[in-house]
């Protein structure tokens, strides 16, 4: 099984940075997913890592330690629309998706 | 819109009623999942396909839930004799051949009352 933790809250000012942390324990691991998800709608995907190191795509950048179990999800530049529930998730080799309970950033004026 | 598309959005029903859902993949895509997500949590796996073929059920399944993908195309989710806890979004997801990358549908919020 899938053991995925990240904190349930975070609040940053427009403008700001925000670093949402997950780690995770595993077995058989195929990539570290981060997905946002705003109230009442689909998660959408934000990024996939399977390497070690550090992916960025424009304000969004995603981490992954693959020996630390222990990823994060940087948002720079924070803007109103960016509040939203964040996801980490982690895919193995059954094809399955097993998701945190996600953190909830708000951002503030 | 080429996206996964789920229907019917909202479902409300009474205690006991049964209830189907149906979710239709990205075209091509060979893999299609069912998750349930409740308020504050991650979506939970519950079941998916490979093509027609039914790969794997979560132990959350009971036999009151059945799922079907009888082409390899479009699936349906039926929840016989409903209970209030199974209130929660429904999420249908699907990926292509070889892929790890699982594209969302707007899901199917269901309150049973």
């Known amino acids: 099984g899938q053991n995925i933790d990240q904190p349930t809250e975070m609040t940053a000012t427009e403008g700001a940075i925000v670093q949402i942390n997950c780690t995770y324990q595993?077995?058989?691991?195929?990539?570290l997913f981060w997905y946002q998800q705003h109230a009442g709608e689909a998660p959408t995907f934000l990024s996939y890592n399977v390497l070690d190191g550090l992916e960025e795509k424009g304000r969004f950048s995603s981490f992954l330690s693959r020996s630390k179990g222990y990823s994060y999800l940087l948002l720079k530049e924070l803007q109103m629309k960016d509040s939203a529930s964040y996801l980490c998730?982690?895919?193995?080799?059954?094809?399955?998706?097993?998701f945190g309970a996600g953190t909830t950033v708000t951002v503030r004026a | 819109d080429t996206g996964v598309s789920q229907n019917p959005r909202h479902k409300i029903t009474k205690r006991g009623q049964n209830v189907t859902f149906r979710c239709d993949p990205i075209s091509e895509h060979n893999r299609l999942y069912w998750y349930r997500q409740t308020l504050g949590q991650g979506p939970e796996f519950l079941t998916y396909?490979?093509?027609?073929?039914?790969?794997?059920k979560s132990r959350l399944l009971s036999d009151r839930f059945s799922a079907e993908r009888p082409k390899g195309s479009f699936s349906t989710l039926e929840i016989q004799r409903t209970e209030q806890g199974d209130s929660a979004m429904y999420l249908c997801?699907?990926?292509?051949?070889?892929?790890?990358?699982?594209?969302f549908g707007p899901g199917t919020r269901l309150t049973v009352t």
């Open positions: 997801a699907s990926a292509g051949t070889g892929a790890y990358e699982q594209y």
């Open positions: 998730a982690v895919i193995a080799n059954d094809y399955k998706l097993s």
């Open positions: 595993t077995s058989g691991f195929n990539g």
């Open positions: 396909f490979q093509n027609e073929a039914q790969l794997e």
